[in-house]
Nanobody, 117 residues
């Protein structure tokens, strides 16, 4: 079974940056796509970014410019680089892998990002 473990969250001031990591196990990593999502308090979970097996990336319009998704096939790890953070970015960030596959990973525990004003 594909499993993911998110890390890298924490407390950061407005304007700061963070890099989140998603370590994937149980997947033929290089052949699969992944994504980052987030869920802010009292809001629905939303897509932040996706990366395909060949490295193509996609961001919803609301996420373009400050977020960058990447992957390291040698480390079975996916990343989310976040910059110019604001309190509105405060959320639990989740990753999923093996997107669009019957073996898609279950939701992990996520990693909490808190941006102070």
């Amino acid at each position: 079974q594909v499993q993911v473990v998110e890390s890298g969250g924490g407390l950061v001031q407005t304007g700061g940056s963070l890099r989140l990591s998603c370590v994937v196990s149980g997947s033929t990593f290089s052949n699969n796509a992944g994504a980052w999502y987030r869920q802010a308090p009292g809001k629905q979970r939303e897509l932040v970014a996706t990366v395909t097996s060949d490295g193509a990336t996609h961001y919803p319009d609301s996420m373009k410019g400050r977020f960058s998704i990447s992957r390291d096939n040698a480390k079975n790890t996916m990343y989310l680089q976040m910059s110019s953070l604001s309190p509105e970015d405060t959320a639990v960030y989740y990753c999923r892998f093996n997107l669009w596959s019957p073996t898609v990973s279950p939701w992990g525990k996520g990693t909490l990002v808190t941006v102070s004003s």
